[in-house]
């Protein structure tokens, strides 16, 4: 039977552990990767997370793992990583990958409005100019 997006939003859910801001600026702060995994053009119209390292979805698994030519050495399933999204689907799903790659300790801080609701510190948008 094929799984639907609630089916593996629901397994992500339960493999992946939830966080609030205040938590995520403590694993930060403690050395935890702060991860943006939204597209390019969504950074650039809301900004980013200050201190943040920008993965898109869509190349995680090429940057997350050590054997690959296109590997980020900003990732290492020994280092804690803190996701975020747009709102805490994607970073649900990249996650549970990531906690399928053998990355122990992943949390999802859910979307860039509850880091700069919770109070972390924010990057504006980039100016698009005239």
Do not use: F, Q, W, Y
């Given at each position: 039977m094929p799984?639907?997006?609630?089916?593996?939003?629901?397994?992500?859910?339960?493999?992946?552990?939830?966080i609030d801001a205040?938590?995520?600026?403590?694993?930060?702060?403690?050395?935890?990767?702060?991860?943006?995994?939204?597209?390019?053009p969504e950074l650039e119209a809301s900004g980013r997370a200050e201190g943040s390292h920008h993965v898109p979805r869509g190349m995680l698994e090429f940057r997350a793992d050590p054997a690959s030519p296109f590997h980020?050495?900003?990732?290492?399933?020994?280092?804690?990583?803190?996701?975020?999204?747009a709102s805490g689907g994607r970073a649900a799903l990249a996650g549970k990958l990531l906690k399928d790659m053998g990355y122990a300790q992943v949390y999802n801080l859910g979307g860039f409005k509850d880091w700069k609701e919770g109070g972390g510190p924010v990057t504006g948008p980039i100016d698009p100019g005239m």
């Open positions: 799984k639907t997006l609630k089916d593996m939003l629901d397994a992500a859910n339960a493999a992946v552990e939830r205040a938590r995520a600026r403590a694993l930060v702060a403690e050395g935890a990767l702060l991860l943006d995994i939204r597209d390019a980020d050495p900003e990732l290492s399933p020994e280092r804690p990583v803190v996701l975020h999204c």
